[in-house]
Each structure stands twice: as structure tokens, then as C-alpha cells.
């Protein structure tokens, strides 16, 4: 019986002396976390501050090795936070990637057991040291163009902090380039109700609108971009361009005049202005604009194309009055016509109808060997 006693004894110790070691383990741990804080607040190095992590980790490997400390949510939150920070300053790349997949292993557990937020602090600092790590990794891949893991990792750092419109739109734009068109409009969204100002924003906005047939919210977004951005050469062209698919033409032609007191040389707004001209049939104007757009580029070739339609078109406007000159008159316009779709046939030679309008022309001129060579063009191309 006095060896029974004996014997139970040892054991009553030997247990006692295990669950006093293991939460001497977690103390260690706990200190270390103290002590690397106090690190990270006098600035030291991040050699010594491995140094503390390490000690802590030790510990806490311990500490998970045991059958009651395993289960204490305060062991898995050290580690969290522990493992988490090393990810940070560890210049070794496998082993921070190491650090970090064990952080989210920890964190993970931690949540799951912490029944009453006992832990709180030490898992919000774990999942903001992820975050940060995540927001790093998905900037790597970002800039290796690897947009898929891109897109999942700054998507989680993004929705985790929803007011930073660098994050927002860095996600949109990784959406974008693995087409995840909704997911895309979805940051960009977010970037613009956040406060960003960059046009490129508005007008990627506008151009997704249009392709899902909402004209009238493209349009919107376009005005809210070019009021940030007040004549913004890209916002602009591509507001003149949508007022004009939608024909709001008076519109469009009150924008373009604006512009033009603003952006005198620039083609595009003379030819558009032209452009409205010419569909209002004030031919003599429009001409008066493709030629301002030409004296900015000669080899623009819608420019020349449409002064080209100008003319055929005033030419016959010319044949149906009484003038006495007015065979004179058609013939000269028709001269111009021609001239302007030369030059438009020889810096695009494969445009159908530029070749089909010079055919009609040497036809009326009988000039058979032209149009013959321009019918085998038209035939090849």
C-alpha cells in the first residue's frame, strides 16, 4: 500500500510539474510579445526583433505540443501575431512566405477557439500584419503581371480597407486584364465614390457602361468626370462621340465649340465640329472644319474622306440651282472631291468605299482605264 501511495505520488508530481512547465512556456511566449513590441517601438533592428520572435515561437511550439495548452486560443493568437510580424521584416523571402502561411494557419485556429474575445488585440494585429503581406504579394504580382493572384489577393485587402482608392482601383485593373468585367466595374465604383479624381477611371467606367447598353449612366459618368477634370482631352472625345451615337447633337456641337476656345489645334473636335455640320447639311461649314483639322495633320484620313463627301455634296447642290456657271462650279467641287480622296486612297489604300467614291468619279468623267484599274483593286481587296 505505502508503494501504491509512492508511486501515485511520483505521478501527481510529475503531472503537476508538466502543466507548471507548459504554462511557464506560454509566459515566455507572452513576454516575448511584450518585448517585441517594445522592440518595434524603440526602432530596433529586425535582426534582433527575430530574434525575440524566435524565442517566443520556441516556446509556443512547446506549448502547442501539449494537451491543454494546445487548446487555449491565447496559444494560437501568439503565434498569429508572431509569425505574422516576421512575415514583415524577414528579408528572405521562403521563409517569410513560410511565416505568412503560418500566420493564416493561426489566426485561423485562434478565431475558432476563442469563444469569448478573450484574444481580441492579438488576432486584429495578426490579420492586420497579413493584410499588409497580402497587399505586398499581391503588388508583386500585380508588376509580374500575374493579374489572376493579383486580383484575389489585393480583392481581400481592398474590401478589408474599402476607402483606399489606390487598392480599389489596382483590384479593378486586375479584374479587368483576367475579365472580370462586373468585379472590375464593382472597384472602379468604389474608387470614384471614394474621392479619386483620375480620368482614365471615369472614361474605363463609361466604356464598360456602354458595352452593357447603359447609354444614359455612361453619359452621367462622363459629366462627373469632366467636372473633376474639366476639359480633359480623353473624357471629351469620348462624351462628343456618345452624345453623337445617342444624336444629341446640339449638345455635342455646344461641347465641341467650348473645347475648341480651349483646344484650338485640335483635329479631332474641327472634325467632329464638321462632322455635326455635315449631317445638319451645312456643307460649306463643314468643309471650313476639315480643312482647319488638315492644316493640324494633312494625312488624316477621315478628315479627308468626309471633305471629300463635303464636296460631292455641295457639287450637287451646285447642279440643282440656276446659276450660268453652275456646270463650272460642279466641275471644280468635283476636282476637290477627287483630290481629297486621292490623297485618302494613298495613306489607306485598302478602304473600300474611298476606292468605290474615286470609281463614281472617274465614271462621270469617263475616264475608262481608271475606273477599270480601280474595279480589279476593289475585286482584291
Known amino acids: 500500500m505505502q508503494n501504491c501511495f509512492k508511486i501515485l505520488l511520483i505521478a501527481l508530481i510529475f503531472v503537476s510539474f508538466n502543466a507548471v512547465a507548459q504554462k511557464s512556456q506560454i509566459l515566455i511566449a507572452r513576454n516575448a510579445v511584450g518585448k517585441l513590441q517594445a522592440s518595434i517601438a524603440n526602432k530596433e533592428n529586425e535582426k534582433k526583433q527575430l530574434a525575440i520572435i524566435n524565442e517566443g515561437l520556441k516556446a509556443i511550439e512547446s506549448a502547442e505540443k501539449d494537451n491543454k495548452t494546445k487548446k487555449w486560443a491565447e496559444t494560437w493568437s501568439i503565434k498569429s501575431y508572431l509569425m505574422s510580424f516576421a512575415s514583415l521584416i524577414d528579408t528572405d523571402p521562403n521563409n517569410a512566405n513560410k511565416y505568412y502561411d503560418n500566420a493564416i494557419d493561426a489566426v485561423a485556429k485562434a478565431k475558432s477557439i476563442d469563444r469569448y474575445d478573450d484574444n481580441s488585440g492579438l488576432i486584429k494585429a495578426s490579420n492586420h500584419n497579413i493584410l499588409i503581406k497580402k497587399q505586398e504579394k499581391g503588388n508583386e504580382a500585380f508588376f509580374n503581371n500575374d493579374f489572376k493572384e493579383a486580383f484575389a489577393d489585393l480583392k481581400d485587402v481592398g474590401d478589408n480597407f474599402p476607402a483606399d482608392t489606390t487598392l480599389a482601383l489596382n483590384t479593378a485593373i486586375c479584374a479587368l486584364n483576367i475579365q472580370a468585367y462586373d468585379e472590375a466595374l464593382t472597384y ?194
Open 188 to 381: 472602379f465604383k468604389r474608387a470614384k465614390e471614394n474621392g479619386i479624381k483620375n480620368p482614365s477611371v471615369f472614361q474605363k467606367m463609361a466604356q464598360m457602361y456602354v458595352v452593357k447598353s447603359e447609354t444614359e449612366t455612361a453619359i452621367k459618368t462622363l459629366e462627373e468626370g469632366l467636372a473633376l477634370n474639366p476639359f480633359n482631352r480623353f473624357l471629351t472625345n469620348d462624351y462628343i462621340n456618345l452624345l453623337l451615337d445617342t444624336e444629341n447633337y446640339s449638345k455635342a456641337q455646344g461641347l465641341i465649340e467650348s473645347n475648341l476656345k480651349v483646344e484650338k489645334g485640335n483635329k479631332l473636335l474641327y472634325f467632329l465640329y464638321g462632322y455635326l455640320q455635315q449631317i445638319g447639311g451645312n456643307n460649306a461649314t463643314a468643309i471650313l472644319a476639315y480643312d482647319k483639322a488638315l492644316s493640324t495633320d494633312q494625312n488624316y484620313f477621315d478628315a479627308l474622306y468626309q471633305l471629300s463627301l463635303a464636296y460631292i455634296n455641295t457639287a450637287n447642290e451646285t447642279l440643282r440651282k440656276s446659276d450660268a456657271d453652275k456646270t463650272e462650279k460642279y466641275k471644280g467641287l468635283i476636282n476637290r472631291a477627287q483630290f481629297a480622296l486621292q490623297r485618302a486612297n494613298e495613306i489607306n489604300p485598302n478602304d473600300r468605299k474611298t476606292v468605290q467614291l474615286l470609281i463614281d468619279i472617274y465614271n462621270k468623267k469617263g475616264a475608262t482605264n481608271k475606273v477599270q484599274e480601280l474595279n480589279r483593286r476593289l475585286q482584291e481587296l
